[in-house]
């Protein structure tokens, strides 16, 4: 991959070429090395590993001449022989407003989403070692984003539901409260819905295929994953029916969700519900370090999985401060299984000696004050 930051965060340029092997970013709190990391994220579908509002991105001090975007990200990606250049950047707009654009092979995209078609890549943060304590909505992107790995339209009809579900809840806070209308709003939201939570129940069997395969052979505890909410039992046991089941229960809601001023029933609401399988214990009660073993586990069983589906091809993984709260055998563990899988991980950390296992297996970069240097 060859990647080009301009205007991003703390860089006003910033050029980086692999050599597609694992790469390692060290450098101290602060460096810029998350903001690498960052700028990749956003060659995917949505807002990227932090999921800020795409302005946050803009340089506190933008360097002019050197684009006519506000921020850009550019790549280019080689491929089973094949080179596809990718980009993207906030550009301004009309009436002081911001817009996105995505270009593919010099071409316009029309959303980010067709990002996913090119290049699939998963993540994990520091945030993410909450993940099993805080709120479901943190669980239900982490899940979103190991589907879009195995079917890049999750992200278009993630965009129709959110589209059909507020246009509904502003017909039914203001009016006029039309029948036809809210029917095809439902009617869009149940198609939409159904095909959602289908998405991620058949990532959730194909991740728990691979995580029992894994059980005891690696460093890292298995995990049982399961989908949890109402509308997902409610698909589950109307089987084949499952939309227009959707569709009649989100009519006969109206009224409720009128006076709660929210949907009170769809794929929006579903969580997913994660067990350390040999202690049989939820991921919630788990220590810090077994969840953040539990999601490393989670992670490389989808890369696996991807890997097998797509002809050896593993996804990108971004690991930021990935050494945190692991001990120096999952450490080496984490890295061997990275390199078996000829995947390019991008990871971070403060202390290059986390590293040192990979000795000359990886490309090694060391920032500072958002400068790289290339380490040999």
């Not at 009649?248 to 006076?259: I, K, P, Q, T």
Request: include cysteine; hydrophobic fraction near 45%; glycine fraction near 8%.
């Amino acid at each position: 991959m060859r990647l080009a930051l301009t205007n991003f965060r703390s860089y006003a340029f910033a050029e980086i070429a692999t050599s597609g092997r694992p790469v390692v970013l060290a450098g101290h709190n602060g460096a810029g090395k998350t903001n690498i990391l960052d700028a990749i994220s956003l060659l995917s579908p949505g807002r990227g590993l932090r999921g800020t509002r795409l302005s946050d991105h803009i340089r506190k001090a933008p360097q002019a001449g050197l684009s006519d975007a506000l921020w850009a990200v550019n790549a280019t990606i080689f491929r089973d022989g094949e080179t596809y250049e990718v980009g993207t950047g906030l550009v301004p707009s009309g009436s002081g407003s911001e817009r996105r654009l995505v270009h593919l092979n010099g071409a316009p995209a029309q959303s980010s989403a067709d990002l996913g078609e090119v290049i699939q890549m998963t993540w994990l943060t520091p945030a993410m070692d909450r993940l099993f304590i805080e709120s479901a909505s943190g669980r239900r992107r982490f899940l979103d984003r190991l589907v879009l790995g195995f079917d890049a339209g999750h992200a278009q009809r993630s965009l129709r539901y959110e589209h059909a579900m507020q246009e509904r809840a502003r017909l039914l806070k203001f009016g006029p409260r039309d029948p036809a209308w809210l029917d095809g709003l439902e009617s869009e939201m149940a198609e939409a819905g159904t095909a959602i939570a289908t998405a991620r129940a058949e990532t959730v069997e194909k991740l728990n295929h691979a995580l029992a395969k894994r059980e005891k052979a690696g460093a890292f505890p298995c995990a049982q994953l399961a989908l949890v909410g109402e509308a997902d039992q409610l698909l589950q046991d109307a089987g084949d029916g499952a939309r227009a089941a959707l569709q009649e229960r989100l009519g006969r809601l109206r009224m409720r969700d009128a006076e709660m001023r929210r949907t009170t029933l769809g794929p929006h609401l579903s969580d997913l519900a994660v067990r350390h399988a040999e202690k049989r214990m939820d991921a919630r009660d788990c220590s810090t370090g077994e969840q953040k073993a539990l999601l490393v586990s989670i992670v490389l069983a989808d890369a696996w999985e991807m890997a097998r589906l797509r002809g050896g091809r593993a996804p990108l993984l971004l690991l930021d401060e990935i050494a945190a709260h692991l001990d120096a055998r999952r450490r080496a563990a984490l890295f061997e299984e990275i390199l078996a899988l000829h995947a390019q991980a991008w990871m971070t950390g403060t202390d290059l000696s986390l590293f040192e296992n990979l000795g000359s297996r990886a490309d090694i970069y060391t920032v500072a004050d958002s400068e790289l240097a290339r380490q040999e």
